[in-house]
């Protein structure tokens, strides 16, 4: 079925889909690890992935203005 769909409809499809799904278990898996070994490296990495996924991933309708992003 994956064949029959089209090149654009199929990366719609991941970016829409699948990215915020693949966030949300790596959010899930670190907060797992961070409950029964404490903050660690893989914890942290596994939230970062976490949220470079939904930076990428909310579309430009939920952007927000300059005034209210948090400084970096």
Same mark, same amino acid.
């Given at each position: 079925?994956? @064949?029959? =769909?089209?090149?654009?409809?199929?990366?719609? =499809?991941? =970016?829409? /889909?699948? @990215?915020?799904? /693949? #966030?949300? &278990? &790596?959010?899930? /898996?670190?907060?797992?690890? +961070?409950?029964? !070994?404490?903050?660690?490296? /893989?914890?942290? *990495? &596994?939230?970062?992935?976490? #949220?470079?996924?939904? !930076?990428? *991933?909310?579309?430009? =309708?939920? @952007?927000?203005?300059?005034? +209210?992003?948090?400084?970096?």
């Amino acid at each position: 079925m994956w @064949a029959f =769909l089209s090149k654009r409809l199929r990366m719609w =499809l991941i =970016l829409a /889909v699948a @990215a915020p799904v /693949v #966030g949300w &278990l &790596l959010g899930k /898996v670190g907060d797992l690890i +961070e409950k029964r !070994r404490g903050p660690n490296a /893989v914890s942290r *990495t &596994l939230h970062q992935g976490r #949220g470079w996924l939904q !930076r990428r *991933t909310k579309g430009p =309708l939920s @952007a927000k203005p300059d005034s +209210e992003r948090p400084a970096r």
